[in-house]
């Protein structure tokens, strides 16, 4: 148990569907990630928030929507997924930017 | 940007043998450079990192090298047993814009324990 906890554990939507991705961190951290892991690429950095603030967006699709609303509590809200979206879906969290980030056990995302 | 290149890709070790992998670096910015382990149908664990004005860390049975000249680290594991079996990733951080710092991981290294 690293502290991160990422809900649900496993998603399977269609297309056309909206879902959520939850993310929660009870370490007291200031900086939230959301990452994506795809198999046989590196881990890709999708989003970053600093105290609340979006401070990185690494050229995601609009597709994918992040929000948070504390420094505890992070959301992607997903729309009209592709089927190469299909991933797993890590949650982060540090005291700083840049520093060795504690991961959620991730959500395992199929687009059908 | 950062660059991350890790190698190898896949390693196979005998229990009770060492087992070691190197990622080298492209920016020499980058200051701190920790590493990760990642079991099956779990996220990534960091389980030891070093700091950029450090040369080496030893935590137990694994330590990291660094070497800031040839930009380049290694990952050691001495020992090793059929639990270390997992992929391992390495990471630099480097300064993004004002204070804030990006992580740029390596594509991991898969390692096999045979008992």
């Known amino acids: 148990e690293t502290g991160v906890t990422q809900t649900p554990r496993h998603l399977v939507m269609g297309m056309t569907n909206k879902k959520s991705l939850k993310c929660e961190q009870h370490?007291?951290?200031?900086?939230m990630y959301w990452y994506k892991q795809s198999a046989k690429k590196p881990l890709e950095l999708m989003f970053v928030?600093?105290?609340?603030?979006?401070?990185e967006n690494n050229s995601v699709p609009s597709r994918f929507s992040p929000e948070c609303p504390n420094s505890s509590h992070l959301f992607l809200h997903l729309h009209t997924l592709q089927p190469e979206d299909s991933a797993l879906y890590l949650c982060a969290s540090s005291q700083a930017t840049g520093l060795g980030a504690f991961f959620g056990q991730g959500t395992r995302l199929t687009v059908v | 940007g950062e660059n991350v290149e890790q190698h190898p890709s896949t390693l196979s070790v005998q229990e009770g043998d060492s087992a070691v992998i190197k990622c080298t670096y492209s920016?020499?910015?980058?200051?701190?450079f920790p590493w990760y382990k990642q079991e099956l149908g779990k996220g990534p664990q960091l389980i030891i990192d070093?700091?950029?004005?450090?040369g080496e860390k030893k935590d137990q049975r694994i330590a990291v090298t660094l070497n800031k000249t040839a930009k380049h680290f290694s990952l050691h594991i001495t020992e090793t047993q059929p639990e270390d079996s997992a992929v391992y990733f390495c990471?630099?951080?480097?300064?993004?814009?004002?204070?804030?710092?990006?992580?740029?991981f390596g594509k991991g290294t898969l390692l096999t324990v045979n008992p």
């Open positions: 928030y600093n105290f609340k603030e979006q401070t």
């Open positions: 070093i700091r950029s004005n450090v």
């Open positions: 920016d020499s910015a980058s200051n701190y």
């Open positions: 370490l007291g951290h200031n900086a």
């Open positions: 990471a630099a951080s480097l300064n993004s814009g004002g204070s804030n710092y990006k992580l740029t």
